[in-house]
């Protein structure tokens, strides 16, 4: 917030003499400041909304039951905590693995990760669809606000872009010397520097999550691929790049530049792709199978490629 104190100071509290004050024509005054006020507005809009929506955690029926608890906690041998554990994921909506196709499961909030859900050492809880912890807005980044992060960088561009290019004319006549007020110089030198410096930095970190959000990925999915249950794959959730903007924006066009809920689901569970279609046409279609009398594999193998735990730390 002190780099937006510094810019709106800067622009409000020019001296009386200073060229931006002095604009001969009003029309371009009046243009120049609603502009900028509303860029403004929507900065602090979005910023504000980046910071106060806290993260979402996992449903009530992913944590365990006080039975289940109990269960675990009492049992002494780890092959049956994990056959307990994968008693209590075969209920739930889970499809991705850990590593070594176990399931994912997080000791510290003693619960079952859904699908995308990472557990935030420093918020010290279970975030859905967590993309990283932002010191930016010191909160963590997931699906409740990860739009208003997106739109938050968006208008910050937009605001030091504008003020650059507004600023630049006059960089220009005081570098050429037609232009001599001391007090303006150091106004004007002061909001090209901060501006440039700010405009560039954002600008690779806003094109990184665009080309996130255009495969359907998040900070940690793009540095360690999702497991699902036949082995890694980067584009599990890639369903295309306009759906893959309706997963974060929504349906409705209106209210993609406003920082107002409109993301789709609940965050518990993520359309995917086909990715026994992908690898194996014959694995695509379970009914087709029982049809021609093939049988699935058994049960049992099954539940032994479920044994296997993550616990994070």
Not at 109 to 135: G, T, Y
């Amino acid at each position: 917030m002190y780099f937006v104190c510094g810019l709106y100071k800067g622009l409000t509290r020019f001296p009386r003499d200073s060229p931006f004050l002095t604009l001969s024509n009003p029309v371009e005054k009046v243009a120049y400041l609603t502009i900028f006020h509303i860029l403004f507005v929507l900065f602090v809009w979005t910023y504000w909304k980046s910071i106060f929506t806290l993260p979402v955690q996992p449903d009530k029926k992913y944590h365990m039951s006080y039975a289940d608890k109990e269960r675990y906690e009492n049992e002494e041998r780890p092959e049956v905590q994990r056959q307990i554990l994968a008693e209590i994921a075969r209920k739930l909506p889970v499809y991705t693995r850990t590593g070594n196709g176990g399931i994912r499961f997080c000791d510290r909030c003693q619960l079952i990760k859904p699908d995308r859900c990472h557990h935030c050492s420093v918020c010290a809880i279970c975030v859905l669809k967590m993309d990283h912890h932002c010191p930016w807005v010191n909160n963590c980044i997931g699906f409740s606000n990860y739009k208003f992060f997106l739109l938050f960088l968006a208008y910050s561009l937009l605001y030091c872009l504008y003020i650059a290019a507004t600023v630049f004319k006059y960089f220009i006549k005081y570098w050429t010397g037609e232009l001599t007020n001391g007090r303006s110089k150091f106004h004007v030198l002061f909001l090209l520097f901060v501006a440039v410096m700010f405009f560039v930095s954002l600008m690779f970190l806003f094109g990184y999550h665009c080309w996130l959000v255009s495969r359907n990925r998040s900070t940690l999915e793009a540095f360690s691929a999702p497991v699902f249950q036949n082995g890694p794959d980067k584009n599990g959730f890639n369903l295309g790049f306009v759906k893959n903007l309706q997963q974060v924006f929504g349906e409705e066009k209106k209210l993609w530049l406003l920082p107002i809920v409109s993301s789709q689901g609940d965050g518990h569970f993520f359309p995917m792709r086909a990715l026994c279609e992908a690898q194996n046409p014959l694995l695509a279609n379970e009914e087709q199978w029982e049809d021609d009398g093939i049988d699935e594999e058994p049960h049992d193998s099954n539940e032994a490629s479920s044994l296997a735990i993550e616990r994070e730390t």
